[in-house]
């Protein structure tokens, strides 16, 4: 295809992979014993290796390559010296930069045996987030997108995280429009051809409040229940969409196997 927007996505299509290949990686570290700066390690030098840059470090003031969320902690959790052990679910949020481009994605994965109320919580993010994508094209608005996530995973007694939302992403890593994951069919700005954004859920088991801890970064559930998240670059096309972060090991969510 040749259009005005061809380089650009052609851009997407490199940031994206490789932030795609950068998870599809580091599935097989994720096992108890590892530690999250052992993760953040790992993967800052698998996407250098690969002649991209991790976004995230000395993004505002951020201080590691990547976030890793765990259990009750909704996003932005910072890397650190917790050893991960059976019970233990965490969303891994990559953000590879490749010749000025960002691929910004995210899966959960489970360390060992989990609650089943974690197992369905994560089953009905993803399911939230593939729902919302399969509706794209242009002419449709961002209001439908957040009506998609929130119509399902209310039904389904869960709750959307208001205070953290998709974004615009191209070769700057945070950009206009936000994409929120509640909202109301037929509103918001329409979608046109071109167009490139994230969308990343995060899905409580219980109330949507957040709570940020004192680190000034990771944000939890105020009332402890679990969060799951999924997260993918998007591009919109002349009638539908793209995939820009899709696995190449074909991985979705757990179990990855
Ligand atoms: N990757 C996150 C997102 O989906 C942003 C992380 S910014 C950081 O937008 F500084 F916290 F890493
Ligand atoms: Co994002
Ligand atoms: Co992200």
């Not at 993803?126 to 009506?147: Q, T």
């Amino acid at each position: 295809m040749n259009n005005n927007y061809s380089e650009k996505f052609e851009k997407m299509r490199l940031a994206g992979k490789l932030a795609a290949k950068t998870l599809d990686m580091i599935t097989d570290y994720v096992k108890p014993g590892i530690t999250t700066n052992k993760i953040d390690q790992l993967c800052f030098e698998y996407i250098k290796d690969n002649g991209g840059y991790s976004a995230p470090l000395h993004y505002r003031g951020y201080t590691k390559s990547l976030c890793t969320s765990l259990n009750h902690v909704i996003c932005h959790g910072i890397p650190s010296d917790r050893e991960l052990g059976d019970g233990d679910f965490l969303n891994i949020d990559v953000t590879a930069i490749v010749e000025d481009y960002h691929g910004d994605t995210s899966r959960m994965f489970v360390v060992g045996d989990i609650p089943v109320k974690a197992k369905n919580l994560i089953d009905v993010t993803h399911e939230s987030l593939m729902k919302a994508i399969k509706i794209l094209k242009p002419g449709i608005k961002l209001g439908d997108i957040g009506y998609e996530i929130q119509s399902f995973v209310e039904e389904k007694g869960y709750s959307v995280v208001r205070d953290f939302c998709g974004h615009g992403i191209s070769n700057v890593f945070h950009e206009h429009p936000n994409v929120l994951h509640y909202g109301k069919k037929n509103t918001g700005m329409e979608l046109k051809p071109g167009m490139t954004f994230t969308i990343e859920p995060m899905i409580n088991s219980g109330k949507h409040d957040v709570k940020i801890l004192n680190d000034g970064w990771t944000a939890v559930t105020k009332d402890k229940s679990f969060s799951a998240q999924f997260e993918h670059t998007i591009g919109i096309s002349e009638n539908g969409y793209e995939i820009f972060t899709e696995s190449v090991k074909g991985y979705r969510k757990p179990p990855y196997n």
